[in-house]
């Protein structure tokens, strides 16, 4: 059977939810039985969004096979079982870089290079790539119908239509329908002329989902199917959840799925849905709660660590307990003020980052979690500051440092490796502070070992794990022994021991962190291990201070 292409557009404003729309589309198919796949097609010049500031784009999600990506990628795996890569996310930089040297090439003979169709057939050469891999593929495009950068892609997907027929595409749009408060009323004009918009393109939409915060009436209902030409059953409601792992249940609720299928010209079995009612029931009645201190840069924006504090969600539903994250800015909190931050935690966690901005704030609370027996989680970066901090203040090397942030420094614990073995390509791989950003770093998933007597061996319970990591700099292994002798303990490293993913300290009741990211792999129905590992550390340290507390009390009435 071959693929049969959703195209998900979104109107009116950004941030609607395009990309939890099109996952939920998506866990709703595979609980039929399908085969999905999910594309994201970013009208942003950008060649990705690696070198972007998260304060302008949020997440970077990295795949398995390194691709650099859009941190919609995150939800789409979050959601389903869809193991996504390169050709999963394109922007419009990369399809003109393609278009450019392909000119350059000769390979169009001379002719001239147009936006139609050298750029629309670049782009459903993209689309289409797609075909057979699975039995349903869900595009979704970025940006906002109006955006002048995004008008290509939405042209493509115009001739797609025309290409593949009306029962292998479906146009899904997705737009906002406001509450004015002060008229006590919903409004539908800015869904009229987010479809007007879209119409002008040549796009009819087949189904609409309506962002809104009170439920649709049928009365507005029938309004936006009248005046948008859409069939009032396939006018479906996106309202506001509590928590966004209801989307699929609320979709499904409003029958979403079954018109899907009725307009792709489908048959599937019905939806098996008990895995995500179960998780539901189980968010909504936790029987614990702790606090975990997440101090970093990036916190003022939390689409920074978006698929970070999914991540932590994640390991809170594997120990029954909802999780408070307290976003502790590393530049602006320090001393007393971080400490008191701190002795409110039931665990630490330091996230990856780059650049030189906010480290003394980490160190200062990864110190603060090793003196005082707090289970401490770092992840990247976090794992480079935790052998900094250790090197400084229990090895005896008060010098310590990165050559990220001192390239001038006497002991550089964590530096710039310039030859390694590349598990990915096979290949030895060679680069120095001269070679371009991207090229200095270590992109996807790569293969660790780990010990059999460490707390990394005990959460996941098997010996040999595959990760994504996301970085430049590594461990200096000149620095190994004095290190281990020091008493850390190297829990991960590469098949051949050349590089470390992983250090613990024994000594500790739960003080772990990775060079990889973790979080890029969990999901709520299957939360990664160090999450759930890390989040049942915390909670037994809170409760072992409650039952110590009780005690005193008790001795002193």
């Known amino acids: 059977m071959k693929t049969k292409f959703i195209f998900i557009t979104g109107g009116v404003l950004s941030s609607l939810g395009k990309g939890l729309a099109a996952a939920s589309i998506g866990a709703l198919l595979e609980a039929r039985g399908l085969r999905i796949t999910i594309q994201k097609l970013d009208p942003y010049i950008n060649v990705d969004p690696g070198t972007m500031n998260p304060f302008q784009h949020g997440e970077v999600f990295v795949t398995d096979d390194g691709a650099e990506t859009d941190l919609d990628l995150g939800h789409y795996e979050r959601y389903t079982h869809a193991n996504l890569g390169q050709k999963h996310n394109y922007t419009s930089g990369r399809i003109y870089y393609s278009v450019i040297t392909k000119e350059r090439r000769g390979d169009y003979l001379g002719g001239t290079v147009q936006v139609i169709p050298h750029i629309t057939d670049e782009i459903k050469q993209a689309i289409l790539q797609l075909n057979s891999e699975a039995d349903i593929a869900i595009i979704e495009i970025g940006g906002t119908v109006g955006d002048i950068e995004g008008l290509p892609f939405l042209e493509a997907i115009r001739q797609l239509r025309s290409d593949l027929g009306t029962e292998n595409t479906l146009y899904v749009h997705l737009t906002y329908v406001p509450y004015i408060q002060a008229a006590g009323e919903l409004k539908t004009k800015p869904t009229q002329h987010g479809v007007k918009e879209l119409l002008s393109i040549g796009i009819q939409p087949d189904i609409l989902l309506c962002r809104t915060q009170i439920d649709l009436s049928p009365d507005i209902k029938s309004k936006i199917s009248l005046f948008c030409n859409v069939e009032e059953d396939r006018v479906i409601a996106a309202k506001d959840v509590k928590c966004i792992y209801e989307v699929p249940i609320r979709f499904h609720e409003q029958g979403l799925d079954e018109r899907i299928i009725e307009s792709l010209n489908m048959w599937t079995r019905a939806p098996v849905l008990t895995q995500w009612k179960d998780l539901i029931a189980k968010i909504k009645e936790p029987q614990h709660k702790v606090r975990i201190a997440m101090v970093g840069k990036y916190v003022n924006l939390r689409e920074s660590y978006k698929s970070l504090n999914e991540a932590i969600f994640h390991g809170g539903i594997a120990n029954s307990s909802e999780v408070e994250i307290d976003f502790v800015n590393s530049e602006e909190t320090k001393g007393e003020e971080l400490a008191n931050r701190l002795s409110e935690a039931d665990g630490i966690l330091v996230p990856g980052g780059f650049g030189s901005r906010g480290i003394p704030g980490k160190l200062e609370a990864i110190t603060y979690a090793r003196k005082n027996n707090v289970p401490f989680f770092g992840i990247c970066l976090g794992m480079q500051l935790a052998v900094i901090e250790f090197a400084r203040n229990v090895a005896g090397l008060p010098l310590a440092d990165s050559t990220e942030f001192t390239p001038t420094t006497p002991d550089p614990v964590i530096y ?26 270590r992109l996807g998933a790569y293969p660790c070992r780990l010990a059999l ?4 061996y005990a959460a996941y319970g098997v010996e040999q794990i595959s990760e994504r990591h996301r970085h430049r700099y590594e461990f200096n292994n000149s620095y190994r022994k004095a290190l281990e002798d020091a008493g850390i303990r190297f829990a991960g490293l590469s098949p051949n021991g050349e590089l470390v993913e992983i250090m613990e300290i024994p000594q500790h009741p739960w003080f772990l962190a990775c ?27 809170k409760l072992k201070t409650r039952k110590l507390k009780a005690q005193s009390s008790k001795q002193e009435s």
């Open 416 to 441: 710039l490796m310039k030859e390694w073995y590349d598990y990915r390509t096979n290949k030895i791989q060679k680069r120095d502070e001269s070679t371009d950003k991207g090229g200095t770093m």
């Open 515 to 541: 060079q990889f990211h973790p979080e890029f792999k969990s999901r709520p129905l299957d939360p990664h291990p160090l999450f759930a590992s890390f989040i049942h550390a915390a909670l037994a340290r």
């Open 453 to 456: 007597d460490s707390k990394a």
